[in-house]
């Protein structure tokens, strides 16, 4: 049996969480998993600008932090921390912990080579509305392919105390261990599909020990000192998921229920890089206290495609906010509305879309929202779109003069006009898995 833990969610994560997974408790290997689709378009931007940038910034200093835990031979780390420049994050880790070895997985950046691609005859047509990628290519921002397991377990393969990836899918962090551990072969399905599930189960962190969880939230112990997931991977596939003990949070069969959904499309056809994962055929049972068991788990060959993510620059944006008080605070926030609307069609200002949302009425259930006809405070948003900057940024010098020549009284304005933001928008696509080259190098100083 070995033990797997996942210690971050998303960049942005609680630092403390990995600290105290390596500190309250023995753990063979700890995954960290960095990356969501609009952070790879972030790291490209910053990549460009700065040649030595383009990963999660806040990987070395952690690694730095648990250099000891790895050094002993307590712990080993796999993350997707790398981005788009994973030797530079690599590099860093080394600079501010130069005891450890660490490798690195690299060949999924494929945005050098679109045009390649295109000439080749791939048409990497949106998996969503069917278009040729012509249409955005002068604003392709990233293209990655999502890498699998298998590169990542020939990276502990090679003894690294760390290793970092870009773009590997959120699960091939949990499954690559026990592929490394157990010599799980490429036509392994079931055990493959049991590693990934396990990996899904546990990649957003404290989400499957009682974070976000609608089930008798308010009885969920410790929430100031939530303990993050740890899976006890078994060479035949099956697997328990627990925490230590002493960390809080709750992990039950019920808790467990919702991480699975989450961003589940068909449950019987689950496809990642290694395989693909029948999640009807998961059994679970509560094995214990804050311990839940996973059997019985099929599943299938990989499929010949993998997916890219791509991000591409799509406009600009601004979002402005106003709140109005009680009495007639809804009857307020919507005449500013009405009244933003028209001195913007009286400038002759085109957009994609503004879209406006009552706080405190409408904002987070929308038309489901049941009747709150005179709140006591209501927060007008409304924000602009479109591909003409200086279009939106005209938008935003509406908002504050509302404070004086709109309805009475507006509060909540002083941050002031808002922020231009470029939009970045996805874009997912299919390539034929045979393009795709995935290589390991031991990274020095």
């Known amino acids: 049996m070995i033990r797997i833990a996942n210690g971050q969610g998303f960049w942005g994560d609680w630092l403390e969480a990995p600290v105290r997974l390596v500190e309250q408790g ?27 940038l383009g990963y999660a910034r806040d990987f070395p200093p952690l690694m730095a932090r648990i250099a000891g835990q790895i050094r002993d031979g307590q712990v080993k780390v796999i993350a997707n921390a790398g981005g788009v420049n994973p030797v530079a994050c690599a590099r860093e880790v080394i600079r501010l912990a130069p005891s450890l070895k660490v490798a690195v997985v690299l060949g999924d950046d494929v945005f050098p080579r679109i045009d390649e691609f295109t000439a080749k005859g791939y048409e990497m047509r949106d998996m969503d509305t069917g278009e040729p990628i012509g249409r955005i290519r002068p604003q392709i921002l990233s293209a990655n392919a999502y890498i699998g397991a298998f590169p990542l377990a020939e990276a502990l393969a090679t003894g690294a105390d760390v290793v970092i990836a870009g773009r590997s899918t959120d699960t091939a962090l949990t499954l690559a261990p026990m592929i490394y551990r157990y010599g799980w072969a490429a036509d392994d399905y079931d055990r493959l599909a049991a590693g990934t599930i396990a990996g899904h189960i546990i990649e957003c962190g404290a989400q499957c020990t009682g974070g976000n969880c609608q089930v008798d939230w308010q009885t969920i112990p410790d929430m100031a000192n939530i303990g993050y997931p740890i899976i006890e991977a078994e060479p035949d596939g099956s697997f328990s998921i627990t925490k230590h003990p002493q960390a809080g949070g709750r992990i039950n069969t019920d808790v467990i229920k919702e991480q699975l959904l989450y961003e589940l499309g068909d449950p019987r056809n689950y496809i990642t890089p290694d395989c693909v994962a029948d999640f009807t055929s998961i059994h679970l049972e509560d094995a214990g206290p804050d311990r839940v068991r996973a059997t019985g788990i099929r599943g299938g060959p990989r499929p010949p495609s993998l997916k890219l993510s791509i991000s591409y620059s799509a406009g600009w944006k601004a979002t402005g906010t106003m709140v109005y008080s009680w009495p007639q605070a809804l009857e307020k926030a919507g005449a500013a509305d009405r009244i933003v609307r028209a001195r913007i069609g009286q400038l002759g200002l085109t957009f994609d879309e503004i879209y406006t949302e009552f706080f405190s009425v409408n904002a987070c259930l929308g038309p489901a929202a049941p009747p709150n006809p005179d709140p006591p405070e209501v927060q007008l948003r409304i924000g602009a779109r479109g591909p003409d900057r200086k279009a939106v940024d005209r938008f935003t010098r509406e908002l504050v003069p509302l404070v004086l020549n709109g309805p009475p009284g507006a509060t909540g304005y002083g941050e002031g006009r808002p922020a231009v933001r470029e939009i970045v928008a996805y874009w997912s696509a299919l390539i034929s898995r045979e393009e795709i080259a995935t290589r390991v190098e031991l990274v020095t100083a």
């Open 26 to 52: 023995p753990i063979d290997y700890l995954a960290l998993d960095y990356l969501a689709e609009i952070t790879m378009s972030i790291l490209q931007k910053q990549k460009q600008e700065d040649s030595s």
